[in-house]
């Protein structure tokens, strides 16, 4: 058990690469939640078209004829609805040569993530590829940059290796890493930061110029790929506060550059925003419901709260895994193997540290803004105004939050956990089964979902 103990990250690795690679072939082009403007932000700048028009973007039509050869409105929503393999044997090169403005609504984004499945799409047209087999190209980078990411931060980790390794063998996390979507790079890059400022607490010395590096570099990618966790930018307080009753001067100029530098990344980022793609996070969208919050300050936190009660049970299901466009859930006994599973196997973690209250304090008031900021984004940009019941928000917009958040109040000296840890091996085996009929569960979930 110490063997695997220690291999747990590179066990990860092999079933995630390929949990993942079964999912990249069994489901459907673009039936990933937003894989469809993905894939075509990509395909936009893999041909230099970078700036917006309002809410649109110029492609080449072969890329948009590709997306809607797929089905995509057709299926996607209608869990009776079925793929065709015929849509994939019988895909033939379109024939428009021209271009064509396409709805864009990641128009607000810089999204580093999209430059990647864009290197792909170039060098498949260098290559003279089918649009299909190049598509499949940027699954598989994704799949693996996200899975070399997360076995880098299962590796970093002090501790929550388990945590981790849980969180990202998650139906729902497997299927965005499988997927052509930037969540496939900030759930990795959200659990290295944690991992990595964790890591560093734990040092005796004071940071370094490459490891302040390093974490300016990390939490900068958050805000790039999605601006709306940029709270969790303040948990490298952490690490200038580890002696707060002694803090020195350096001490305190460290903590102001890191920070000032930080500010002036999304300071730069606004501005890039507005220089290179003629809109702001809010262009174009919907303002009346932010005047309507102003005079009715009540409003927002009450629909918060009435949200939260009607629809905790479908976050939590969402946050496991309702798959495709969020039509098809798994079925009842792989959801409770799941939940059963995902506490039982946290607790077997042997190695364990003990956070000051300070520290779980900055931790959980960081990712609790972070979840506002979610729910208050939906209620700005897709709620009706006034409406008491916020839509749009997804439990997989959690799955990067769960971490610090299980890290900051999860406790591994419970009786619990010490009861567990008695008869390691024999768990271990048990979840080892569980495991093998979770992915099976799933796989034939998601066969039954689009083929029979």
């Given at each position: 058990m110490?063997?695997?103990?220690?291999?747990?990250?590179?066990?990860?690795?092999?079933?995630?690469f390929?949990?993942?690679?079964i999912?990249?072939?069994i489901?459907?082009?673009?039936?990933?939640?937003?894989e469809n403007?993905?894939?075509l932000?990509?395909?936009?700048i893999?041909?230099?078209?970078?700036?917006?028009?309002?809410?649109?973007?110029?492609?080449?039509?072969q890329?948009?004829?590709?997306v809607?050869?797929?089905?995509?409105?057709?299926?996607?929503?209608?869990?009776n609805?079925?793929f065709?393999?015929?849509?994939?044997?019988k895909?033939q090169?379109?024939?428009?040569?021209?271009t064509t403005?396409?709805?864009?609504?990641l128009?607000?984004s810089?999204?580093?993530?999209?430059f990647?499945?864009?290197?792909?799409?170039?060098?498949g047209?260098l290559?003279?590829?089918?649009?299909l087999?190049?598509f499949?190209?940027c699954?598989?980078?994704?799949?693996?940059?996200?899975v070399i990411l997360t076995?880098l931060s299962?590796?970093?980790a002090?501790f929550?290796?388990?945590l981790?390794?849980a969180?990202?063998l998650?139906?729902?996390?497997?299927?965005?890493?499988?997927?052509?979507?930037?969540?496939?790079l900030?759930i990795?890059?959200?659990?290295?930061?944690?991992?990595y400022?964790?890591?560093?607490y734990?040092k005796?010395?004071?940071l370094?110029?490459?490891?302040?590096?390093?974490l300016?570099?990390?939490y900068?990618?958050?805000?790039?790929?999605?601006?709306g966790?940029?709270f969790?930018?303040f948990?490298?307080?952490?690490?200038?506060?580890?002696?707060?009753s002694?803090?020195?001067?350096s001490?305190?100029?460290?903590?102001?550059?890191f920070?000032?530098?930080?500010?002036?990344f999304?300071?730069?980022l606004?501005?890039?925003?507005r220089?290179?793609?003629?809109?702001?996070?809010?262009?174009?969208?919907?303002?009346?419901?932010?005047?309507?919050?102003?005079?009715h300050?009540l409003?927002?936190?009450?629909?918060?709260i009435v949200?939260?009660?009607?629809?905790?049970g479908?976050?939590?299901?969402?946050?496991?895994?309702?798959?495709?466009?969020?039509?098809?859930p798994?079925?009842?006994?792989?959801?409770l193997?799941i939940?059963?599973?995902?506490?039982?196997?946290?607790n077997?973690?042997g190695i364990?540290f003990?956070?000051?209250?300070?520290?779980?304090?900055?931790?959980?008031?960081?990712s609790?803004?972070?979840?506002?900021?979610?729910?208050l984004?939906m209620?700005?940009?897709?709620t009706?105004?006034?409406n008491?019941?916020?839509t749009?928000v997804?439990?997989?917009?959690?799955?990067?939050?769960?971490?610090?958040l299980?890290?900051?109040?999860f406790?591994?000296?419970s009786?619990?956990?010490?009861?567990?840890r008695?008869?390691?091996g024999?768990?271990?085996?048990?979840?080892?089964?569980?495991?093998?009929f979770?992915i099976?569960?799933?796989?034939?979930?998601?066969?039954?979902?689009?083929?029979f």
């Amino acid at each position: 058990m110490r063997l695997l103990d220690g291999k747990i990250e590179v066990i990860f690795l092999m079933i995630a690469f390929v949990w993942g690679l079964i999912t990249i072939f069994i489901v459907p082009p673009f039936q990933a939640p937003d894989e469809n403007v993905h894939y075509l932000r990509a395909a936009g700048i893999s041909e230099g078209s970078h700036i917006c028009k309002g809410d649109t973007l110029k492609v080449s039509t072969q890329y948009s004829d590709f997306v809607e050869n797929m089905d995509v409105s057709r299926i996607a929503h209608h869990p009776n609805e079925k793929f065709s393999f015929d849509l994939l044997l019988k895909q033939q090169p379109s024939n428009n040569t021209g271009t064509t403005m396409v709805d864009m609504p990641l128009c607000y984004s810089l999204s580093l993530y999209h430059f990647i499945p864009a290197f792909f799409i170039f060098i498949g047209k260098l290559l003279n590829l089918e649009l299909l087999h190049s598509f499949y190209l940027c699954r598989i980078a994704s799949l693996l940059l996200a899975v070399i990411l997360t076995t880098l931060s299962i590796k970093t980790a002090p501790f929550g290796k388990y945590l981790i390794f849980a969180l990202s063998l998650l139906p729902m996390t497997i299927y965005q890493y499988s997927s052509v979507s930037y969540d496939a790079l900030l759930i990795p890059i959200i659990f290295l930061s944690i991992s990595y400022t964790l890591s560093l607490y734990y040092k005796d010395s004071s940071l370094n110029l490459k490891e302040f590096s390093y974490l300016l570099v990390l939490y900068s990618l958050v805000s790039i790929i999605k601006p709306g966790y940029n709270f969790l930018l303040f948990i490298p307080l952490i690490l200038f506060l580890r002696n707060y009753s002694t803090i020195k001067y350096s001490e305190i100029r460290r903590l102001f550059g890191f920070f000032s530098l930080l500010l002036l990344f999304n300071i730069t980022l606004l501005y890039m925003q507005r220089l290179f793609l003629g809109t702001t996070v809010f262009a174009g969208r919907p303002t009346g419901q932010l005047g309507y919050i102003l005079t009715h300050p009540l409003t927002f936190p009450l629909a918060l709260i009435v949200t939260i009660s009607h629809k905790i049970g479908v976050y939590l299901l969402g946050f496991i895994g309702i798959l495709g466009w969020f039509d098809y859930p798994l079925s009842l006994w792989t959801y409770l193997l799941i939940i059963t599973g995902f506490l039982v196997f946290i607790n077997l973690e042997g190695i364990h540290f003990k956070l000051p209250t300070r520290v779980r304090l900055i931790i959980v008031i960081c990712s609790g803004l972070s979840s506002l900021a979610i729910f208050l984004a939906m209620y700005l940009l897709d709620t009706p105004i006034g409406n008491l019941l916020i839509t749009g928000v997804q439990g997989r917009y959690f799955i990067g939050l769960a971490l610090p958040l299980g890290l900051s109040l999860f406790s591994y000296t419970s009786k619990f956990s010490l009861l567990l840890r008695k008869h390691k091996g024999t768990m271990f085996s048990v979840l080892a089964l569980a495991l093998l009929f979770i992915i099976a569960g799933t796989i034939f979930t998601t066969f039954k979902r689009y083929y029979f």
